[in-house]
């Protein structure tokens, strides 16, 4: 997951969180991937496939979320990789 300021494509930090059901996880920024090598982003729920919402926030900038984020096993049973870019505009001051 990568937060960027909508308006100038700015990478942000931000505060990401997965639910699905009853469960929560707060995704975790750095690089990802079992070996480190994954590119910088957030990371998180990494045995666990399911649908979920996400919810963004970050100091000065409305909060995003988006429903039925699917993360599904492949055939081989690995977790599927799913990436997005999330757009936040600033808040009205």
Known sequence: MHPVDAQTGARLSATIVASDG???ETLLPGPGGLLGNAPD???GVPNRSGTYRL????A???V???DSIRVRRDANCRLETVSLTIPLLPSAP
């Open 22 to 24: 009853d469960y929560r």
């Open 41 to 43: 982003g957030y990371y």
């Open 55 to 58: 919810t963004a926030s970050a």
């Open 60 to 62: 000065g900038y409305a």
């Open 64 to 66: 995003w979320s988006r």
